[in-house]
């Protein structure tokens, strides 16, 4: 694909969204129209969202625009994070083994688990009364 044109891409992770747009460009990440420092204040969360540029050494290659919604800060971090590796793997095939090695094109599936009818919540029981 051509280096030239806008890359868009989805990241999922719980119930976070984050649709993801690549641009050539400086190198700035945007996320909700603020910077990822300030969107994303603790520092692991600002890594996850690195990781996949790092990988693919070109963080100051692309401008990147997100747009997060539903879930937490954990959840938005790790869309963000795979919709930018996703993105990257439009732009170059060859980057497909380096991402898949470290984790990064795989959805992490892992949802909350939904509540029963009848149990005060997923897994927890009322409290059981012999007599």
Do not use: C, H, W
Not at 36 to 64: C, H, M, W
Not at 85 to 112: C, F, H, I, N, Y
């Amino acid at each position: 694909m051509s280096t030239e044109a806008t890359i868009s891409a989805t990241g999922r992770r719980k119930t976070a969204t984050a649709r993801v747009r690549l641009t050539p460009g400086s190198g700035k990440i945007l996320i909700n129209g603020r910077s990822y420092e300030d969107y994303f204040p603790v520092s692991s969360f600002q890594g996850l969202v690195l990781k996949p540029l790092e990988i693919a050494k070109s963080r100051n290659t692309y401008d990147i625009t997100a747009n997060a919604s539903g879930g937490g800060v954990g959840g938005q971090a790790g869309a963000v994070s795979l919709g930018i590796a996703r993105a990257l793997l439009q732009v170059s095939a060859e980057l497909r083994g380096p991402l898949k090695a470290e984790g990064l094109l795989t959805r992490d599936p892992r949802m909350k688990e939904r509540k029963k009818p009848g149990q005060p919540g997923a897994r927890k029981r009322f409290q059981f009364s012999k007599r």
